[in-house]
């Protein structure tokens, strides 16, 4: 697989009975999710059907970032830094976690005003975010040949390693009383009394009186099993990584051609700032005017193709027997490959601004595919319609920084406890009820 290498983690043999609570996929919400439960005293089991965080959960920026966020996400992830500043002693292993601190670059006065006015959302969490002018960057980055107005720059922010961190947080869970099961694709859910009973995996059935599926970019796909139109689709992102560099910057750094972190090993993660990629596919027609807001938004961002992704999904059944084998047995991993013509030129506009990186030598590319919603924030709720059934999906590509305060809120919400915050933004519900969806626009 030409994906990155993911720490692995060897999933359990014995198939449980019984659980409390089953947790369907194995990336950084999902695991996350386990650990809160299984620290809390629930029994609980984590299927995956592939290995722990083998998708977009490994293949991500690794940034942990609040700056630039959605207002509506921003307690969330404020809960989330809080999180991560404690969780290499929590979970016992290394997941790279650093504060070192995000900068988005400002091209033009509006920018400048822009993330100026956006600083305003933390005032509440007092989390400092501040913008530096010209002079400031330049003195702040003095290797720097980047013309720029100004930046936001969030000193709270961090990074962490995507390859350790979901393997790590798993085995944590799996030190508290879980579960762990890989290769172990979840067929369907069971009801009893209209209500959650148990799954049927691949390997048997669970019995279980809750699930939370955090499927990533499967996740409406599973959901239509049920009936349940959850909008979602899949944006192609491609990165590069190099080898260890000296010289380059310790923070992380957002420009319009580029965006690069640096890594533990000393490399850094490369990829451009603002270009992804979008297969047409068949769902691109079904949820064409809910995601029409996002596409006007984002539309110079976006490269729009026809590949054999089309052929693909339309191929693919949407409904399936519990008694044979899924979709989901068919394809273990998402594993696209990459745009080495963006990654490439966010490495050759990188070198311009910082030219340490003209001497920096790719170890590697690939491609994660990013499940969004209409709104670009997630789904972290119950299903009314099933009782017992929960999804926390739909991350839109920010779903690594904020992973494990999106674990904490899910727990609640499964216990029935007093969330962490308030999870009014991200019900499934908004979908149905007549809300207006549209991502955020400016700050």
């Known amino acids: 697989m030409p994906g990155p290498f993911v720490t692995p983690v060897h999933g359990d043999l014995d198939l449980p009975q019984a659980v409390d609570v089953v947790v369907i996929g194995g990336g950084i919400i999902g695991v996350s999710t386990a650990l809160e439960l299984a620290e809390r005293g629930v029994s609980v089991a984590l299927c995956e059907k592939g290995g722990i965080a083998q998708e977009q959960s490994s293949r991500n920026w690794g940034w942990v970032r609040i700056s630039r966020r959605d207002p509506r996400e921003v307690p969330l992830m404020a809960e989330s830094l809080r999180i991560w500043e404690d969780l290499d002693r929590r979970v016992g292993r290394p997941t790279g976690y650093t504060r070192a601190g995000i900068v988005f670059c400002c091209e033009n006065d509006t920018d400048v005003q822009n993330y100026s006015n956006w600083t305003r959302h933390l005032e509440p969490w007092q989390i400092e975010a501040r913008m530096l002018d010209s002079t400031e960057f330049a003195a702040m980055f003095p290797e720097a040949q980047l013309p720029v107005k100004g930046a936001l720059y969030t000193p709270a922010d961090g990074r962490a390693e995507p390859q350790l961190a979901a393997p790590a947080i798993a085995e944590a869970a799996r030190d508290k009383g879980a579960t762990i099961l890989t290769e172990c694709a979840v067929r369907g859910i069971e009801t009893a009394g209209g209500r959650i009973s148990g799954v049927v995996t691949e390997r048997g059935r669970i019995a279980c009186s809750s699930v939370v599926l955090a499927g990533g970019a499967w996740s409406n796909l599973f959901c239509g099993l049920y009936g349940l139109d959850l909008p979602q689709l899949t944006v192609l992102a491609s990165v590069l990584r190099t080898k260890p560099l000296e010289g380059g910057p310790d923070q992380a ?191």
Not at 320 to 342: I, T
Not at 359 to 368: F, L, S, Y
Not at 402 to 431: K, N, Q
């Open 253 to 443: 750094i957002w420009a319009k051609d580029f965006a690069c972190r640096k890594r533990r090993d000393g490399g850094y993660s490369i990829a451009s700032g603002h270009e992804n990629i979008v297969d047409i596919v068949p769902n691109s027609f079904r949820y064409a005017r809910q995601f029409l807001p996002a596409l006007l938004e984002e539309w110079n961002s976006l490269n729009f193709r026809l590949s054999w992704r089309f052929f693909d999904e339309a191929r693919q059944p949407r409904t399936w027997a519990l008694d044979e084998a899924s979709p989901f047995e068919y394809c273990r991993v998402l594993d696209p490959e990459p745009s080495k013509r963006m990654t490439q030129k966010a490495l050759t506009e990188l070198s311009r601004a910082f030219p340490a990186f003209a001497k920096a030598e790719v170890a590697q590319h690939w491609g994660g595919r990013m499940d969004v919603t209409p709104d670009a924030i997630p789904v972290i709720s119950a299903i009314d319609a099933i009782p017992g059934f929960h999804v926390a999906t739909g991350f839109s590509g920010h779903g690594f920084g904020i992973g494990p305060g999106a674990g904490r809120l899910m727990a609640d919400i499964v216990m029935d406890r007093t969330p962490v915050v308030d999870p009014h933004e991200f019900r499934f519900s908004r979908f149905t009820d007549g809300s207006k969806i549209r991502p955020m626009t400016g700050f």
